[in-house]
């Protein structure tokens, strides 16, 4: 699970994943982009990437998102 709050206007870069990702708006708006179609994502709507969908992304200085990823996405540090 993923809890961003996006303080400045950006984008992603295409990129795809090995696993679903799940996405919540929570407030704002986030447009995803897919296939070249633009879907813009807004407060209480969710989507669902399925894995290796290529895709990218836009969202307002404010937004905040919630994503729940549906394998391996990173390694934690082990303590020695």
């Given at each position: 699970?993923?809890?961003?709050?996006?303080?400045?206007?950006?984008?992603?870069?295409?990129?795809?994943?090995?696993?679903?990702?799940?996405?919540?708006?929570?407030?704002?708006?986030?447009t995803?982009?897919?296939?070249?179609?633009?879907?813009?994502?807004?407060?209480?709507?969710?989507?669902?990437?399925?894995?290796?969908?290529?895709?990218?992304?836009?969202?307002?200085?404010?937004?905040?998102?919630?994503?729940?990823?549906?394998?391996?996405?990173?390694?934690?540090?082990?303590?020695?």
């Amino acid at each position: 699970m993923a809890f961003w709050t996006c303080r400045e206007t950006a984008a992603s870069a295409a990129h795809a994943h090995d696993y679903d990702e799940y996405m919540i708006v929570v407030q704002g708006c986030y447009t995803l982009i897919i296939n070249g179609e633009r879907m813009p994502v807004k407060a209480g709507e969710k989507y669902l990437i399925p894995r290796g969908v290529p895709h990218s992304g836009e969202v307002l200085a404010g937004t905040r998102t919630i994503h729940a990823f549906g394998g391996h996405r990173a390694d934690r540090v082990q303590d020695s």
